[in-house]
């Protein structure tokens, strides 16, 4: 939390210091600024991107999963759980490599835990650097 104040600038940093004595935690401040600055409907729009993320003809699966990765980080309090995470992208990806990486999980990909989806995933996207 210490850190956090020189990530900000403009109006953003003043409406910190003016509201920081209100924060008793580091919870407390996160839903206060992310009310303030990250609209419900900015939101429900990169929700809705992440639900519906597709595969592009000719990506990689890396590329994919790098842009698949980047999209959950601009809205990291969209609340979807980590296994539903892994079937959007798993939905998403062609019928080649949704083939390779159910292969590569010696059956349905669906059938492991998201922590183990993800290590896969990460693993065989890095192979297609």
């Known amino acids: 939390m210490k850190a956090f104040p020189f990530s900000l600038d403009g109006v953003a940093k003043d409406w910190l210091y003016l509201q920081l004595v ?9 839903h206060t600024f992310l009310e303030k600055f990250f609209p419900a409907s900015r939101t429900a729009s990169i929700r809705k991107e992440i639900c519906g993320i597709r595969q ?5 699966l890396h590329e994919y999963w790098e842009r698949f ?13 980590e296994q539903l995470l892994i079937q959007y992208f798993y939905e998403g990806l ?3 490599d949704r083939s390779m990486i ?14 183990a989806a993800r290590h896969l995933i990460s693993n ?3 192979n297609t650097q």
């Open 94 to 96: 062609s019928l080649m």
């Open 56 to 60: 592009h003809t000719g990506e990689t």
């Open 102 to 115: 159910d292969a590569a999980s010696g059956g349905a990909l669906m059938d492991k835990t998201p922590a």
């Open 22 to 30: 209100l924060f008793k935690t580091w919870g407390d401040m996160k």
């Open 69 to 81: 990765n980047k999209l959950c980080a601009t809205c990291p309090h969209h609340q979807i759980s």
């Open 124 to 126: 065989m996207a890095s």
